[in-house]
């Protein structure tokens, strides 16, 4: 609203519209128009327009058409629709509209402590940094913090402040790179935010993500820059937008030599368009359509895995069947359980023990679980037999469960069509993208360089609205003042801070892609104190250091839908590193994706490299592991990558594993280097670091082989010894070891253990044993949920004959006696990765210390000892239980 007097007289009623100019002798002046269209031209200073407000100080103005702020000495804001403004340079009036415009006083953020931190340590970088060329790069650092505007609405500002501000929902969005439902997510919520987080393990689609995010900044009319702590995230990009003729929208800027390329050869060309301009509520509707398919989706690769694991640990039940010829089947389909039932019968049976049934039980045999005749399960060989019938009926019929619900996910993917929907989506959605395009953009480019494009920057974003960049080189990229609507920090695990918060002051809004499960940021050194951990240079990347600050106040998305590696690969990285998150969405056909080599013990290394490995792989290569396509060999150390460059075929990729994030190869040859007799604890944290693993074997398409030394990583006992552990599991038959341990059915562990608990909760025993069993078990759950223990589970009540190999040991005719008679462990201890035993806990009431039990114990002590299964008894009457767990499991792990 406003209100306009002229002589005292308040004309406003009488008015239909109203402006401001400048006159030729810079007069200012306004136009007046009047309902009757009259118009009337007076000097301004002769009317007063309503409201009128007067600003000083520290004033900052941001144009929103041409995306610059700039320093104001004094203005006026008048009728709620002009600011009239000096510029810090000049003493002229100039006119802005009001709605294109934001006037802001200066922020306080460079007199914090966090910034002044910031730029003492890029100060203090130039002293400490080696090398000409690091050295140019930390002096360009430190001199754009001068050009850095304590403008309130830059991203800079919400980091430091820590106040981030919500963003207006775009209301339509576009998928021209194809889609799936994180993805979905990702590029939705990255536009709900000022600042958004998208983590992106290996193969997940961080690039197509990004491609679609840049896609609809541009259908907005918005600007963006694409940056990265290195070239080859940048790249990729490029790459994708060069393949559909979109590679002309983005200036590949940053350091000198990348201007100089573009500039002597801009490709400007816009493509062109044959088919019929597509609605924006015709994409939209799509996308309503196919949100539920693209769960459907993951759902069907979700059950494609389960079935895999289900089939694994069934073809292991066949293999411990085969050593034990003695088992009779029992036919348990003609009772028409399901798997629940049959886990809850298979819970009922084990109870009963060594007793004969009761009327009670033959009861509730009947009404339960449908068994008419019972009186077989007297005899206590036939019921051992009947509990093992019932485990491989479970893995059949929760195969065919699994199977019908994929039959049915595949039906609803087939009657609403989901290929044709998800093709349709990304064909309508890029003739949308080339549509605009073709109708906004100019037609022809002006003949910018390297000399002039600043001049007139915000014509030059009109033409090239996405910039490409290092994050050291952005700012200066980019004119003086100028603040982009959008800057996307790919690689951002590996981001220093300092570079960052420059591109922070540049951008309104900042997308974060990153994955900090892989290589972190190296960081320089300096004596320089943080005064906030928070924003610690040295302790934190970029992503880290964001992540701490706003925690669940900004919208984060982790990628799951995984699509470069063969689902066996991938999936060591997702359970030992992404908590079972991630969705292979490839199939598994049985390939050899996996290979064990191990050299023979000895002091094979020399200064970090180890021929033994390379030639221990090329020996076998040939036979049985070598698989079609490019092959990466990588090592930790720059002396191993040396030596299989001189040793190694001559087409091999040898680098470091470092030097090989972001980059793949149909088959990865992953060398650890490290022996058993020279290798220091600080070379094998420096080789098991878990990110570095996670690299390593992301890398491999199709095919990974490990080659390491003879149990080199087992007494570390971390991730290196999990990925062996998970090799020798997953791993083909004609590459696995013979083992003398048995590992966890899991799959029905898992379900036995709960149906156990749900017993226990109604019974009451009086036997003080079970009620020891169920106070261990809770003490179990606490333990293992600390740091030092969460890569074990376990299960209870898990017979000797499921858990050592009678015929890999030589043990007596009475210990092979008291196994075929039902002997079972309470409480069996495995590794998470690979499933093999890690120890045992039995629960010892008072009558183990009599005769008969006595023997019992002592040959299940000699049966585990031979078997190399560790064993802690704790007596019923036993205290401080928790401790003497933890205490059993640490020695374990260092001995």
């Given at each position: 609203m406003f209100k306009i007097i002229l002589g005292g007289n308040d004309l406003t009623n009488q008015i239909k519209d109203w402006s401001i100019y400048k006159a030729n002798n810079n007069q200012l002046m306004a136009s007046i128009t009047y309902k009757s269209d009259k118009k009337y031209h007076r000097p301004l200073n002769e009317w007063k327009i309503e409201p009128c407000k007067r600003h000083t100080g520290d004033l900052l103005l941001y144009n929103k058409i041409n995306k610059r702020v700039q320093n104001i000495k004094e203005a006026f804001e008048i009728g709620n629709k002009y600011y009239i403004v000096k510029f810090i340079e000049s003493n002229e009036w100039y006119i802005m509209l009001k709605s294109n415009n934001i006037l802001s006083q200066s922020t306080n953020i460079k007199d914090g402590d966090i910034y002044k931190y910031f730029l003492q340590v890029a100060e203090e970088r130039i002293k400490v940094t080696k090398g000409k060329r690091n050295e140019e790069i930390a002096k360009n650092v430190l001199n754009q913090f001068d050009k850095l505007l304590p403008y309130n609405q830059t991203c800079l500002n919400a980091y430091l402040t820590k106040n981030v501000r919500k963003t207006i929902n775009k209301e339509h969005l576009i998928f021209p790179f194809g889609i799936n439902e994180t993805q979905m997510d990702a590029v939705t919520n990255a536009f709900k935010s000022q600042i958004s987080i998208i983590e992106g393990p290996p193969g997940t689609g961080k690039t197509q993500t990004i491609l679609n995010i840049l896609a609809n900044?541009?259908?907005?009319?918005?600007?963006?820059?694409?940056?990265?702590?290195?070239?080859?995230?940048?790249?990729?990009?490029?790459?994708?937008?060069?393949?559909?003729?979109?590679?002309?929208?983005?200036?590949?800027?940053?350091?000198?030599?990348?201007?100089?390329?573009?500039?002597?050869?801009?490709?400007?060309?816009?493509p062109a368009l044959n088919s019929s301009p597509i609605q924006i509520d015709e994409i939209t509707e799509i996308k309503k359509n196919i949100e539920n398919l693209l769960s459907a989706k993951n759902d069907l690769a979700r059950l494609n895995s389960e079935i895999e694991e289900i089939k694994i640990e069934k073809e292991y039940l066949l293999k411990w069947q085969q050593d034990h010829p003695e088992i009779k089947m029992i036919d348990i389909n003609k009772y028409h359980l399901s798997t629940t039932e049959m886990v809850n019968l298979l819970v009922?049976?084990?109870?009963?023990?060594?007793?004969?049934?009761?009327?009670?039980?033959?009861?509730?045999?009947?009404?339960?679980?449908?068994?008419?005749?019972?009186?077989?399960?007297?005899?206590?060989?036939?019921?051992?037999?009947?509990?093992?019938?019932l485990q491989f009926t479970y893995y059949d019929k929760l195969l065919y469960e699994k199977d019908e619900d994929l039959k049915r996910i595949k039906e609803v993917l087939d009657k609403e069509d989901y290929e044709y929907d998800l093709k349709s989506l990304k064909e309508k959605s890029m003739a949308f993208l080339y549509d605009y395009i073709i109708k906004k953009f100019p037609n022809d480019c002006p003949t910018f360089n390297i000399g002039n494009y600043y001049k007139d920057f915000s014509k030059f974003l009109n033409y090239f609205p996405i910039i490409g960049s290092s994050t050291h080189s952005l700012m200066n990229s980019i004119a003086r003042g100028y603040i982009l609507d959008y800057v996307i920090i790919d690689e951002?695990?590996?981001?220093?801070?300092?570079?960052?918060?420059?591109?922070?002051?540049?951008?309104?809004?900042?997308?974060?892609?990153?994955?900090?499960?892989?290589l972190p940021h190296i960081p320089i050194k300096t004596?320089?104190?943080?005064?906030?951990?928070?924003?610690?240079?040295?302790?934190?990347?970029?992503?880290?250091?964001?992540?701490?600050?706003?925690?669940?106040?900004?919208?984060?998305?982790?990628?799951?839908e995984h699509y470069r590696c063969h689902p066996k690969i991938i999936q060591f990285c997702n359970k030992e590193f992404y908590n079972n998150q991630l969705i292979p969405m490839k199939n598994d056909r049985g390939e050899d994706a996996l290979s064990l080599i191990v050299t023979s013990p000895g002091n094979h290394m020399r200064n970090l490299s180890n021929?033994?490995?390379?030639?221990?792989?090329?020996?076998?290569?040939?036979?049985?592991?070598?698989?079609?396509?490019?092959?990466?060999?990588?090592?930790?150390?720059?002396?191993q990558v040396n030596l299989a460059c001189e040793?190694?075929?001559?087409?091999?990729?040898?680098?470091?594993?470092?030097?090989?994030?972001?980059?793949?190869?149909?088959?990865?040859?992953?060398?650890?280097?490290?022996?058993?007799?020279?290798?220091?604890?600080?070379?094998?944290?420096?080789?098991?670091?878990?990110?570095?693993?996670?690299?390593?074997?992301?890398?491999?398409?199709?095919?990974?082989?490990?080659?390491?030394?003879?149990?080199?990583?087992?007494?570390?006992?971390?991730?290196?010894?999990?990925?062996?552990?998970?090799?020798?599991?997953?791993a083909n038959e004609d590459q696995t070891y013979d083992s003398p341990v048995i590992s966890a059915f899991d799959l029905l562990y898992t379900e036995y253990d709960k149906s156990l608990e749900k017993l226990n909760s109604k019974l009451r025993m009086k036997d003080s044993k079970f009620k020891s069993e169920q106070i261990i078990a809770a003490i179990l759950r606490d333990v293992l949920k600390m740091e030092d223990f969460?890569?074990?589970?376990?299960?209870?009540?898990?017979?000797?004959?499921?858990?050592?190999?009678?015929?890999?040991?030589?043990?007596?005719?009475?210990?092979?006696e008291y196994i075929h008679n039902n002997a079972s462990c309470d409480f069996v201890i495995y590794y998470k990765i690979g499933k093999s035993p890690?120890?045992?806990?039995?629960?010892?009431?008072?009558?183990?210390?009599?005769?008969?039990?006595?023997?019992?114990?002592?040959?299940?002590?000699?049966?585990?000892?031979?078997a190399g299964i560790s064993l802690l008894r704790l007596p019923t009457i036993s205290s401080e239980v928790r401790e003497k767990i933890i205490l059993h499991f640490h020695n374990l792990l260092n001995k």
């Open positions: 900044i541009i259908i907005n009319g918005e600007t963006c820059a694409i940056v990265s702590n290195n070239n080859s995230a940048v790249k990729n990009v490029y790459e994708k937008l060069e393949k559909v003729n979109l590679d002309f929208l983005i200036a590949k800027l940053g350091n000198w030599e990348n201007k100089d390329d573009f500039f002597k050869d801009i490709k400007y060309k816009k009922y049976v084990r109870r009963l023990s060594d007793k004969f049934l009761s009327f009670i039980d033959k009861f509730n045999l009947l009404m339960n679980y449908r068994i008419i005749r019972s009186k077989f399960l007297n005899d206590l060989e036939t019921r051992q037999n009947f509990v093992f019938s951002a695990s590996q981001q220093d801070i300092i570079p960052g918060i420059l591109c922070f002051g540049c951008a309104k809004n900042i997308i974060i892609v990153g994955d900090r499960k892989q004596n320089v104190k943080c005064p906030n951990s928070l924003y610690d240079c040295e302790n934190l990347s970029l992503l880290d250091s964001l992540d701490e600050i706003f925690k669940d106040e900004v919208p984060r998305t982790l990628l799951k021929l033994r490995e390379i030639e221990s792989y090329l020996k076998v290569n040939d036979e049985i592991f070598s698989v079609k396509g490019e092959k990466g060999f990588i090592a930790p150390y720059n002396a040793k190694m075929p001559k087409e091999t990729i040898c680098s470091t594993i470092h030097k090989f994030q972001g980059r793949e190869c149909n088959e990865i040859v992953f060398s650890t280097v490290l022996d058993k007799k020279k290798s220091s604890q600080q070379n094998i944290d420096f080789v098991d670091n878990p990110s570095l693993i996670n690299v390593a074997v992301s890398r491999a398409i199709n095919k990974f082989t490990l080659v390491t030394g003879n149990n080199v990583f087992l007494k570390n006992n971390k991730h290196l010894a999990a990925l062996i552990r998970y090799i020798k599991y997953y969460n890569f074990l589970i376990f299960h209870m009540q898990i017979y000797l004959k499921q858990l050592v190999s009678v015929s890999r040991i030589k043990f007596t005719s009475r210990e092979i890690f120890t045992v806990i039995e629960v010892d009431g008072g009558y183990h210390n009599q005769s008969p039990q006595i023997e019992r114990d002592q040959l299940k002590n000699s049966i585990l000892e031979k």
